[in-house]
């Protein structure tokens, strides 16, 4: 069994252990208060675990399944597995970083480890084409990298009645911008590595730094 059906039996399992059980639910999930007050790192990673609701899990899990065998098949399981974990930590962290001065600030879901798992992807095949859900025609990895980026920075900066926690996304999508610039020794031969990496990676992390969205 490799990284892909490990994973999303994982998530799966997590979801149906937890969705019963508020109290150890709560103890998962990422918290900028628990986080400063009592010092409950362990949430950086179990909030990557937990979903809030089905929906949410099938959408990382379809994610997953789509794009996780890819990079197993180039690097192997484990270090998939070490890649999707370090995601899921940069996105933890980057949330806590952006969202620091809301101490109520709260957070869950899979986004960011797989975010990370999907940006790797398109550096792997910045080429391949990839369809969005009812809108057809496809477009290539590169320029929905790109397109994901840049619209998920201008998001952290937009009222958000969903409350989807588009830092998490950028996170990740950061940890497996730079895994993928390693990958190639930010060495890039083509027009499309470039503006994956100057557009959908760098952007990132210049947003990192830039004001933070004011408080109400």
């Known amino acids: 069994m490799d990284f892909t059906l490990n994973i999303i039996i994982v998530l799966i399992a997590a979801q149906l ?4 059980n508020i109290e ?10 628990q986080l400063r ?8 990673i179990s909030s990557g675990f937990i979903h809030s609701g089905w929906m949410h899990l099938f959408v990382n899990s379809f994610a997953i399944y789509n794009f996780s065998p890819i990079l ?9 597995a070490l890649i999707f974990l370090a995601s899921v930590l940069g996105s933890s962290l980057v949330m806590w970083w952006r969202k620091r001065n809301f101490s109520d600030y709260q957070a869950v879901g899979a ?37 994901f980026a840049l619209i998920s920075i201008g998001l952290t900066y937009a009222k958000n009645p969903q409350h989807i926690a588009h830092e998490g996304h950028l996170g ?31 952007s990132i992390a210049i947003w990192l730094f830039l004001p933070l969205k004011k408080t109400v």
């Open 17 to 20: 252990l937890l969705s019963n």
């Open 24 to 33: 150890a639910y709560e103890k998962s999930v990422f918290s900028i208060k």
């Open 37 to 44: 007050k009592n010092r409950e790192f362990y949430r950086l």
């Open 72 to 80: 197993v098949q180039n690097f192997g399981s484990i270090p998939t």
């Open 111 to 147: 986004s960011g480890g797989v975010s990370g798992l999907v940006m790797l992807a398109f550096y792997l095949y910045p080429e391949m084409p990839i369809g969005i859900f009812l809108i057809p025609g496809y477009l290539p990895a590169y320029i929905f990298g790109i397109l």
């Open 172 to 202: 990740g999508l950061l940890v497996g911008g730079l895994t993928g610039a390693c990958f190639y020794g930010f060495n890039f031969s083509s027009g499309s590595l470039l503006g994956l990496f100057w557009l959908g990676t760098v």
